[in-house]
């Protein structure tokens, strides 16, 4: 039983919901600025009254475009999470040690927690969950994945009927602005890293963007969303863009590609078995998302009843995660009143409606061609040597480039694949890389097979 009725207060007729924030960044600050903006109108829509609390922050003299009173700072989250009048708590201060500690804390007293933190729902979700379900509390997590763009909403409730057996997308922003402007200016990767750096745009852990890392956090959280699996990183293949280069970039263009980071989440409903990946892939301008420009997230869900839908919007960024922290602040507000159902079941739970829990899929069953590129020596018999090496491990070649290096005496070797799988290729790229004459470890990108 949810207690937290008990905690709202009545003015009027009205109940009275109150909300505190752990970190008071971008996020939070856009969150309290939007409610306070709106209040009128979403108290209207929600028949409740909306009290902005308190905000623990790490500097409480620090100047914020959002000014709070003294009495509504701190610096000790525990005094959020243990305050018995506030209903809810958003947790915006990212991380997965004190923001877990202070969200179990919250769920154990029957809190609603709702949460833009992609990572600790990746690595501590069933904790979360099960904490939340044990108390009677709430977690929501909106703008966990694809910033303002309502995708977990569309998983869960628009999208409901269905079972899906692919989801892709472009899921972080600043990959994208990064590969969008090396397209269009024809500047390397490193420059435009340091640039973008220097703007803000990345983040303080810069793996986690350019090395895929937050995309794969994503694709986990919709991968469990969609089939009820908690996929672990060592059951993925994760790669980043930081080898993607201006060759890449042209060789895919005259193919007729452009080359995004995408998270890719196939089921095989025949095997029961998923994949979850994230890589840079070479994507057909045919499609929707090889056009998706800048700091943009798009992605696409193809459900066995609906078929194929499609999402776009800002995946980061003040506003529009704050468009989707308020979303779920309303979700919470029902909940609280008791008009919303729960809301933390995956749309494919193992054992509910007799779904059995499905495995990963097999490298082996797991295809796409693929792009390689090599940097050998330019000598004779080494165009030899690769095909031969591709063939023996039944890689059939689709196209073969060779362009001159700028240094004398290499030769760069651009080949594209028919279909084949990732054990196939992973074995081709391990032999390859201890050829003589292979001069730079080998590049693999995925061709996605989607056109819409
Ligand atoms: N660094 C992330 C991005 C922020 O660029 O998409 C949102 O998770």
Redesign the pocket.
């Known amino acids: 039983m949810a207690p937290v009725l008990s905690r709202s207060e009545t003015a009027g007729s009205r109940r009275t919901v109150r909300i505190g924030f752990l970190g008071f960044g971008t996020v939070g600050q856009g969150v309290w600025k939007h409610v306070r903006e709106n209040r009128r109108r979403l108290e209207a829509r929600l028949g409740a009254r909306l009290e902005l609390a308190r905000a623990a922050v790490r500097q409480a003299g620090k100047k914020r475009g959002v000014a709070l009173d003294a009495g509504q700072l701190t610096t000790n989250g525990r005094e959020i999470v243990e305050d018995d009048s506030i209903d809810i708590v958003c947790e915006l201060m990212g991380g997965t040690g004190e923001a877990r500690e202070l969200t179990l804390e919250a769920l154990r007293r029957g809190k609603v927690v709702i949460s833009a933190n992609?990572a600790l729902l990746c690595e501590h979700g069933e904790e979360l969950f099960a904490t939340a379900r044990k108390h009677g509390g709430q977690y929501f997590f909106e703008a966990s994945v694809a910033?303002g763009i309502p995708i977990i909403k569309a998983l869960r409730e628009g999208l409901v009927a269905n079972r899906f057996p692919l989801i892709y997308g472009i899921?972080?922003?600043?990959c994208n602005y990064l590969l969008t402007r090396m397209e269009r200016e024809g500047l390397a990767f490193e420059p435009l890293l340091e640039e973008a750096r220097a703007l803000g745009f990345v983040?303080a852990d810069e793996s986690?963007?350019v090395d895929g890392w937050?995309t794969a956090h994503k694709a986990v959280v919709l991968a469990w969303l969609a089939h009820g699996k908690w996929v672990r990183y060592d059951e993925m293949v994760v790669e980043g863009i930081r080898k993607v280069t201006q060759d890449d970039i042209a060789h895919a263009r005259s193919l007729g590609y452009a080359i995004k980071l995408l998270a890719v989440v196939k089921r095989d409903f025949a095997s029961n078995r998923l994949f979850v990946s994230v890589h840079p892939a070479l994507v057909s301008r045919r499609n929707v998302l090889a056009n998706l420009d800048g700091?943009y997230?798009g992605v696409s869900v193809t459900g066995d009843i609906v078929g194929t839908t499609c999402y776009i919007g800002r995946?980061?960024g003040q506003d529009a995660t704050s468009s989707a922290v308020i979303s779920d602040i309303a979700d919470a507000v029902l909940w609280l009143q008791r008009c919303e159902p729960r809301r933390d079941e995956p749309s494919a739970s193992p054992g509910v409606g007799r779904e059995p829990a499905c495995g990963i899929l097999p490298l082996e069953n797991v295809e796409s061609s693929f792009y390689l590129r090599l940097m050998v020596k330019d000598a004779a018999g080494v165009l030899a040597e690769v095909a031969s090496v591709m063939g023996r491990h039944l890689v059939s070649i689709a196209t073969v480039l060779q362009k001159t290096a700028a240094t004398p005496g290499r030769a760069c070797l651009i080949l594209t694949t028919h279909v084949t799988n990732e054990r196939a290729m992973k074995n081709t790229v391990e032999e390859l890389a201890g050829l003589e004459s292979l001069l730079e470890p080998p590049f693999l990108l995925r061709v996605a097979a989607f056109e819409e």
Not at 171 to 174: I, M, Q, R
């Open positions: 992609k910033g899921l972080n922003g600043t983040e986690l963007d937050d700091p997230n995946g980061a």
